[in-house]
């Protein structure tokens, strides 16, 4: 009985936890699993080359300029593709689109 009290104490602190942890994102590639923060050589190493590379443009953070850059992944139809964005070296989001083309 008293597992059971301490489950209804820890339900409330796991949906919190949960709902707090909903903006960490990392992606799986093969083995290996990339996340925000990761550098473009980590992504490569993990990702292999995108399929399609954009360039936005330019932003100001502080006293420097950084490259945004996005880069996007068809990992195949039974997948969503995946949309990687880099402030400079740094991989800042992971957005997952429609399946792939699986190609």
Not at 9 to 17: E, Q
Not at 31 to 43: F, I
Not at 55 to 73: A, L, N
Request: aromatic content about 12%.
């Amino acid at each position: 009985m008293r597992f059971f009290h301490h489950m209804t104490r820890l339900s409330p602190l796991l949906a919190i936890l949960l709902l707090e942890s909903g903006n960490a994102f990392a992606l799986r590639c093969g083995s290996h699993l990339v996340a925000e923060g990761d550098t473009k050589l980590q992504v490569l190493g993990a990702c292999g080359e995108p399929d399609y590379k954009e360039w936005i443009g330019y932003r100001e953070i502080g006293p420097d300029t950084v490259r945004i850059e996005s880069w996007f992944y068809d990992f195949g139809s039974l997948r969503f593709t995946q949309t990687l964005t880099f402030h400079g070296s740094r991989l800042i989001r992971i957005e997952a689109g429609d399946y792939g083309d699986g190609l």
